[in-house]
């Protein structure tokens, strides 16, 4: 994929001001910290175009990105992280959810999951919510590179039973290695092409 354009959009922190519906979306999301940025980075080929953090929570805001003036990529705020306030986290809730019920644009939804770690509550309620409104889920397994290579069959398998998903659907990535990364584009491109040519 030649990516040609790669901007800033703008950044929504709350739901009013999503803005109007313009080109296809494609969000990404998962749990606080668990590389939703640096993926979007690796898949744009932009160093630091999202923001990235050790700290958990970085990105509190939705922010939309143009890619070659082809679709919009929308990196969503992480959920799960612990030190969150009650407040703040059902402003979470609120946010992603006014934006996915009422986003026509959106085609899909990256998911990403840690391919170290089992998916937990908060992961399976954004595939059940995603299910009750018809858009259609890509799982991601990132941080790849932190786990051997005679491990992550083993892992990918024990991560597709919890999400009741075919293992060969699950795709391996790493920000830091670039793997999985042609896949993941072919995955969104199926999506895309059913709303533009791309
Ligand atoms: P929030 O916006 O806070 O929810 O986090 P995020 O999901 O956007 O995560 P971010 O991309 O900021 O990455 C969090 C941390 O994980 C950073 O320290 C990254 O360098 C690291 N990281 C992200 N992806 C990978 C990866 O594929 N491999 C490794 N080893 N580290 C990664
Ligand atoms: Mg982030």
């Keep these: 994929m030649k990516i040609i354009k790669a901007e800033f959009v703008i950044g929504v922190a709350g739901a009013k001001s999503i803005p109007k ?3 296809p ?3 990404f999301a998962g749990r606080s910290n668990v590389g939703k940025s640096s993926l979007i980075n690796r898949l744009l080929n932009r160093k630091n175009l999202a923001i990235t953090s050790s ?3 970085r990105t509190r805001q939705i922010n939309f ?3 070659n003036d082809s679709f919009l990529a929308v990196d969503l705020p992480g959920y799960g992280y612990a030190k969150v306030s009650h407040d703040e986290r059902r402003k979470w809730g609120e ?4 934006y996915m019920q009422s986003r026509r644009s959106l085609v899909a939804v990256v998911v990403i999951v840690d391919l170290r770690r089992d998916p937990g509550e908060h992961d399976l309620t954004l595939f059940d919510m995603l299910k009750d409104l018809g858009i259609p889920p890509i799982v991601v397994l990132t941080k790849a590179d932190k786990v051997k290579r005679g491990q992550r069959a083993q892992r990918r398998t024990a991560i597709a039973k919890t999400l ?3 293992s060969s659907d699950l795709i391996l990535f790493s920000a830091i290695t670039g793997e999985g990364k042609e896949e993941l584009w072919k ?3 199926i999506h895309l092409q059913k709303r533009v040519k791309i």
């Design 164 to 166: 009741a998903r075919d």
């Design 187 to 189: 995955a969104i491109k």
């Design 95 to 98: 946010i992603v959810s006014a």
């Design 21 to 23: 519906e313009n080109l």
């Design 25 to 27: 979306e494609v969000a």
């Design 65 to 67: 990105f143009n890619v």
């Design 55 to 57: 700290t958990p929570g």
